[in-house]
């Protein structure tokens, strides 16, 4: 029987929730260091049904999972394009995470957070089928898409699926995307902390999400660094 964790309204059993992720590359960035300190995070934190989305195959990203004994879950590769960031090719990939219906709730976050508390924190604050937290500096409901709990189905999935399929450049890419078909119930910003502040760090409370990929190693914050 799997332990009942603790999350901003109280105890709650994590049995049908799946902790999610999605392998990504791209040159020049440190996508495969970041998927190490994501995992080495999880099993700090005793989080259950951890897994990995991967639209393609990265031998790296699948020997870490290996080394985790986390799931590698093959999905479809959707192409993302933005004018603003050549990176962002492949990120409509994360799509597919709607589909994952064996799951009464998917919480998926990006490779790139610093989980100071539990990475559960806010699963029990979620009653709607999709949720995020407001992003940084943009006024009304446009939610990031680095960090978002939803429960899974095939009717999400293909409204997802068919706007996709359309798909037109944007700045922001799949998150620009998502923002145009989904309303998303907004959580508190300690669950999805975009562009951390020093006091943020120093506080070392929240869900901090940080583009550490732009930056070399030893330029993070030491939270991975002290994991084993």
Known sequence: MQRAVRTLSGAMNLTTVLFLTMSVDAPGKNYTSLLECWLKQMRFHKVPNVAVMMGHRNPDHVEL????????????????????????????????????????????????????????????LCRSSFCATRDSGVPGTYFNAGMMIIKPSKQMFLRAKNAMDGYSPKRFAEQDLLNEIFDAQLLPRICNVVSPTADDFKSARGLLHEKLWSSPPDARPSVCSRLP
């Open 65 to 124: 999972c290996h080394q985790h004994n986390v799931a590698i879950i093959p999905v479809k590769p959707y192409l993302t394009r933005s004018p603003a960031d050549s990176s962002y090719l492949w990120q409509g990939t994360k799509i597919n995470m709607m589909n994952l219906t064996r799951w009464k709730t998917v919480v998926y976050f990006d490779m790139d957070f610093l989980f100071y508390d539990s990475p559960a924190l806010c699963v029990s």
